[in-house]
């Protein structure tokens, strides 16, 4: 997966969520997010696989296999990582300002 690819990945999903009005019950905007969150991640572990994939061909000899194509798969796989950790903390950290709202 190219990076420009990710980059249209992600602005897909941000029109797609600044445009998205909510129909029906919030059981349906609750599963459309699950399905969003279960697609990035499921996203991020290809890049991951992807990575030691390449990373074990290019340490075995294959010769279809350049460094440059392991480092910047290696660093695609960090990138999506990090990204997945960081919004992992902000959801975290949403939901603890959510329970200590007084009632």
Do not use: C, H, W
């Not at 609750?30 to 696989?49: E, M, P, R, Y």
């Amino acid at each position: 997966m190219k990076v420009d690819g990710i980059q249209a990945e992600m602005r897909a999903m941000m029109v797609g969520a600044t445009n998205a009005t909510p129909v029906g019950t919030g059981a349906q905007v609750g599963a459309d997010f699950g399905d969003l969150l279960t697609k990035a991640i499921n996203n991020v572990n290809s890049l991951q696989k992807t990575s030691g994939d390449l990373q074990t061909r290019f340490d075995r000899g294959d010769a279809d296999v350049s460094l440059s194509d392991v480092m910047i798969a290696r660093n695609k796989s960090s990138v999506a990582f990090e990204a997945t950790v960081q919004i992992r903390n902000k959801l975290v950290e949403a939901y603890k300002d959510l329970m200590n709202m007084p009632v």
